[in-house]
């Protein structure tokens, strides 16, 4: 099922505008006071996902951590434009249409149904706007006439617009490598048509080997590149542009896309404008199975679908988010299991204690404020989630309503804690609830006939079928293991 959406969650920090937020800026490399271009507004930009196939949990990561940026920017007081963007063509986009026996869009549009499903079951929000590439190429050619005009850009003999990268004086300052560092250790040989190994392209000249759906025609629009279709680095250049303007605030996306993904988009749009393209850069960090990066070209990966197969969604989302978004994260069953029994201990929390209504948090109490400070700090959920913890713990000891209300607002800014204790606590089986009652009342039965064997029998079957028993002095619950 998917996670439910919040009533008022943001209304919830509407007494504490403007936080003071500090960001780790990729591009000075430190933490950072964050302020925004125009008072109140952020707009950021994030590389979405290349769609040929489904998504798997590494992307599901990158997608959760500016789901949980976005939502802390507005719980601080800010109106946030989130823009992150699908590319829709790509080599690997047209090699799996064709081996299907499909056209592009029908791909593309079969995987974005595919991606929304599974975040949405996660509780991850959607962007304020979901550019397609295919929709931007008129602004992808204007960017690149730009750069022609401005000596940035040339035609080679193949037919292919290629950047050039030594023309531009500010490259390598994302990766913090010098042109001499980056001709070393990244590229092998000069492609034909490219007058520096560096150079990259930004429009492929069509071929005859590849349909027609994956060309256009740039006279279409007055340009001069012939038939073709745009390079992976310019789609994003063009749209976070027109949909964010030249400058915005923050930039974001998986670390594997620091270089030279990003390093590319600072040289397109920077040297087409003149102006900064974004004053944060943010970068989340990759998902490892056995110390390798998770990757379909590995072959290491979990679709976020054979995931949910097996495990709650906010035990998936609580997984990710105990990991700071910076920090590489290992994927295995054995932290899953782990991480559904610590929020296991959070529900359990909020089934003892009533949660009475709140307008707001009273940030002078000690867990909000330590909560605050925490997800200030670079958006540092683990010491959120700690403080969460320590909340709970403070909820079983006094079954204090208020402090049981301020556990599921502060979990609310992170997606989590919304559903009814009950029913996570419940979910996960298929044995019939009349059935489990219908045992727990046998049991009960066997207890006042002093037949304990029974009872205990009982105890066991149930557990056996993964339903534990909890007695207390209000009779016998149950959950699910």
């Known amino acids: 099922m998917p996670l439910r959406k919040l009533s008022s969650e943001w209304r919830i920090l509407r007494n504490n505008k403007f936080m003071s937020l500090r960001i780790y800026n990729t591009l000075g490399r430190a933490t950072e006071p964050f302020t925004s271009i125009d008072t109140g507004h952020v707009r950021m930009y994030v590389c979405g996902m290349t769609i040929y196939d489904l998504c798997h949990i590494g992307h599901a990561r990158m997608m959760m951590a500016f789901d949980v940026i976005q939502r802390w920017l507005k719980a601080s007081g800010y109106r946030v434009t989130y823009v992150r963007n699908i590319t829709d063509i790509d080599d690997k986009i047209i090699k799996r249409a064709l081996e299907r026996g499909i056209t592009?869009?029908?791909?593309?549009?079969?995987?974005?149904?595919?991606?929304?499903?599974?975040?949405?079951?996660?509780?991850?929000?959607?962007?304020?706007?979901?550019?397609?590439?295919?929709?931007?190429?008129?602004?992808?050619?204007?960017?690149?006439?730009?750069?022609?005009?401005?000596?940035?850009?040339?035609?080679?003999?193949?037919?292919?617009?290629?950047?050039?990268?030594?023309?531009?004086?500010?490259?390598?300052?994302?990766?913090?490598?010098?042109?001499?560092?980056?001709?070393?250790?990244?590229?092998?040989?000069?492609?034909?048509?490219?007058?520096?190994?560096?150079?990259?392209?930004?429009?492929?000249?069509?071929?005859?080997?590849?349909?027609?759906?994956?060309?256009?025609?740039?006279?279409?629009?007055?340009?001069?590149?012939?038939?073709?279709?745009?390079?992976?680095?310019?789609?994003?250049?063009?749209?976070?542009?027109?949909?964010?303007?030249?400058?915005?605030?923050?930039?974001?996306?998986?670390?594997?896309?620091?270089?030279?993904?990003?390093?590319?988009?600072?040289?397109?749009?920077?040297?087409?404008?003149?102006?900064?393209?974004?004053?944060?850069?943010?970068?989340?960090?990759?998902?490892?199975?056995?110390?390798?990066?998770?990757?379909?070209?590995?072959?290491?990966?979990f679709t976020i679908r054979e995931v949910l197969a097996k495990y709650q969604a906010e035990t998936v989302r609580f997984f990710l988010l105990r990991t700071h978004y910076r920090t590489a994260l290992n994927y295995s069953d054995v932290h899953l299991d782990d991480a559904h029994s610590g929020l296991k201990r959070l529900y359990t929390a909020l089934n003892f204690a009533f949660a009475t209504e709140a307008p707001s948090i009273d940030w002078t109490d000690v867990f909000a404020l330590r909560f605050k400070t925490a997800m200030d700090e670079d958006f540092g959920t683990p010491d959120a989630v700690s403080v969460l913890f320590d909340l709970a713990a403070e909820v079983n000891r006094t079954r204090s309503g208020e402090h049981a209300a301020l556990l599921k607002m502060l979990g609310g800014c992170l997606g989590l804690l919304q559903q009814i204790p009950r029913d996570f606590l419940q979910a996960g089986t298929d044995f019939p609830r009349a059935e489990i009652l219908e045992q727990i009342a046998r049991r009960a039965a066997a207890k006042n006939a002093k037949d304990f064997a029974l009872a205990d029998q009982i105890r066991k079957d149930l557990l056996a079928k993964g339903i534990v028993l909890k007695d207390s002095a209000a009779g016998t619950s149950w959950e699910t293991v």
């Open 104 to 301: 592009i869009r029908a791909l593309t549009d079969e995987m974005v149904l595919a991606m929304h499903q599974d975040i949405d079951a996660l509780g991850i929000e959607r962007p304020n706007v979901e550019p397609r590439a295919t929709e931007y190429v008129p602004q992808m050619l204007g960017l690149i006439d730009k750069l022609e005009k401005n000596g940035l850009a040339y035609q080679s003999s193949s037919g292919d617009v290629n950047f050039a990268v030594r023309k531009f004086a500010g490259y390598g300052k994302l990766s913090g490598k010098s042109l001499d560092e980056l001709r070393a250790g990244e590229r092998v040989a000069v492609a034909d048509g490219k007058n520096d190994d560096l150079d990259f392209v930004l429009w492929k000249a069509a071929k005859a080997s590849e349909p027609e759906d994956a060309k256009w025609d740039a006279a279409k629009w007055g340009y001069t590149f012939g038939n073709g279709r745009p390079g992976w680095h310019i789609e994003c250049s063009a749209m976070s542009c027109e949909t964010l303007g030249e400058t915005f605030d923050i930039h974001g996306g998986g670390a594997d896309l620091q270089f030279p993904h990003h390093e590319n988009e600072i040289a397109q749009s920077e040297g087409a404008t003149g102006r900064p393209l974004a004053r944060y850069w943010m970068h989340n960090g990759f998902v490892r199975v056995d110390d390798e990066k998770m990757s379909k070209s590995l072959g290491n990966f």
